[in-house]
């Protein structure tokens, strides 16, 4: 995938050593997160500087853990399947799910229970 095509999607991790993956998703983000050494084994998440998402709205860069998510939207990701919709302001988000239906989340309750449904069916036959 390429991020630039779907801005209001984007998503990036910045390291400490100054280097940077782009994802075209928040969801694979936190996929990466969870899994770092399965699509990089120079990095950890822990060596992460800062994690940014596009706001969906503006498409500005976000700080991640200051985000709010958006999940369960009728909403199609760049791969055509449920994404988590990102927004800087909390009111926004909620605009969003009364529009397009969902449920808002912070940053510390995208946990492994949440992403694993959004993994299997987002990202259903890819490995990415």
Request: net charge negative.
């Amino acid at each position: 995938m390429y991020p630039a095509r779907f801005p209001k999607w984007a998503a990036q991790i910045i390291f400490k050593d100054g280097s940077a993956h782009f994802f075209d998703s928040p969801v694979d983000l936190f996929m990466f997160l969870e899994d770092s050494a399965r699509f990089d084994p120079t990095h950890k998440a822990e060596d992460a500087a800062a994690l940014y998402v596009a706001d969906h709205r503006s498409g500005a860069w976000v700080d991640a853990r200051q985000a709010t998510f958006v999940i369960d939207s009728s909403a199609k990701g760049p791969m055509r399947g449920p994404d988590l919709p990102a927004f800087a302001k909390l009111a926004d988000a909620q605009a969003f799910a009364t529009e397009y239906g969902g449920r808002t989340l912070g940053f510390v309750d995208l946990d492994r229970s949440v992403m694993g449904g959004l993994r299997s069916s987002t990202h259903a036959g890819h490995t990415h």
